[in-house]
């Protein structure tokens, strides 16, 4: 096993294009780091340059303490999983396990304790003598899993390795993923899209956002303390609501831009604790605003959307939208109106030109 060090490492295409900037990033010993970000914000690029896939522009990677930049892939001691398996068609199962094995000289005996080991763990046994073919996108993404296993890196890079199966088996290998993890205790990074496979797996979540790191953090950190706009948005199905407006000078309202003045609830004598008077994004998750009929709020509903264990309620604040997720039972009708409370306690405030969170 072995840490992973990213320093200042930067790529730039075609003399250009700059996909990456800045990029500093400490991976522990053991730990399982989850790389989002939106579609092209460079997470591929990133996991391909620690690979050796790709060349760096500039910085340095560092895997134990080597560094690895002109390393060869094949001598950095990483396996990466990818979104297409990238399994040999020609070959059985366990031939496909075996191979990076071979290609290393391992003797045939050791070879094949080791693939029986591998497949015991991920449950391959009877489908060792299967071409790629006769297997389900599950059990393919377990072969490709597997061929990582068997070399035992130092490193596992994996990117979107579930994103080609359905919503349950997804789930299932996110468990297997988990187990195996704390089994083999591997370094990890591990690139996703998917904010529940985020959540779950990672000890530590990275946030890129158009090639730069916005934020770093456990998931609950991420979570309950977004430092930017694009993070409380990125992060959280549905989004973070985000108000424009301002915090009047009693700081116990918020006037929303193209809206009504609104109270914030419980914020004491004293207010909330952000600057009036300045152009300012108030954010709250949809499950955070409150029904109720002490001094409501009143909120136009649009729309309702049952999402089965609850509902999601669409309001107007003016011209900006609220969100509000309501228990099952709750379920506006379009037309309706809704009383709700902002608790001060659950509002994250950020700069309304930078976005950076203020308090
Ligand atoms: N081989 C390439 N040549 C030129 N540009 C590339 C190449 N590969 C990727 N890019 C560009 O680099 C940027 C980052 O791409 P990358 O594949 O790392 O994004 P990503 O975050 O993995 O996106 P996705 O979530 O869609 O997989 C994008 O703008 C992409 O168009
Ligand atoms: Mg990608």
Redesign the pocket.
């Known amino acids: 096993m072995a840490t992973l060090t990213l320093r200042a490492v930067c790529k730039t295409?075609?003399g250009r294009?700059q996909?990456l900037r800045d990029i500093d990033l400490d991976v522990a010993d053991g730990e399982f780091v989850v790389l989002v970000?939106?579609?092209?914000?460079?997470?591929?690029?990133?996991l391909r340059m620690t690979a050796g896939l790709d060349s760096i522009t500039s910085g340095d990677i560092r895997i134990g303490s080597r560094i690895v930049n002109q390393i060869a892939p094949q001598e950095r001691n990483v396996a990466m999983v990818f979104q297409s398996y990238a399994l040999y068609p020609h070959m059985t199962v366990a031939q496909n396990i075996a191979f990076g094995l071979r290609m290393r000289g391992m003797s045939a005996d050791k070879v094949q304790e080791r693939v029986a080991a591998t497949a015991r763990m991920l449950s391959l046994e009877a489908l060792l003598e299967r071409k790629p073919h006769a297997l389900s996108g599950g059990q393919r993404q377990r072969v490709a899993m597997g061929r990582a296993i068997v070399r035992e890196p130092a490193l596992f890079l994996f990117?979107?390795p579930l994103s080609n199966l359905d919503a349950k088996l997804r789930s299932q290998m996110r468990a297997e993923i988990r187990n195996l993890h704390a089994r083999l205790g591997t370094t990890s990074l591990y690139?996703t899209?998917d904010q529940v496979e985020a959540m779950t797996l990672a000890q530590r979540i990275v946030v890129?956002n158009q090639?730069g790191i916005e934020q770093i953090g456990t998931p609950e950190q991420i979570y309950e303390c977004p430092q930017s706009t694009f993070v409380a948005s990125f992060m959280g199905a549905p989004a973070m609501n985000l108000l424009r407006g301002r915090l009047t000078a009693d700081r116990q309202h918020f006037d929303v831009d193209d809206g009504p003045r609104i109270p914030i609830a419980g914020a004491g004598d004293a207010g909330v604790q952000v600057e009036a008077n300045r152009e300012t994004v108030l954010g709250i998750r949809p499950e955070h605003v409150t029904v109720t009929s002490d001094q409501p709020i009143p909120l136009p509903v649009d729309a309702c959307e049952m999402l089965g264990a609850d509902n999601l309620a669409f309001g107007r604040l003016g011209k900006q939208s609220l969100v509000v997720r309501l228990p099952y039972h709750q379920r506006p009708g379009s037309g309706e109106q809704l009383g709700v409370a902002l608790p001060a306690a659950q509002l994250h405030f950020f700069d309304g030109q930078s976005g950076r969170r203020v308090n």
């Open positions: 295409r075609h294009q996909v970000g939106p579609s092209g914000c460079g997470k591929s690029t990133l990117d979107e690139v899209h890129l090639g």
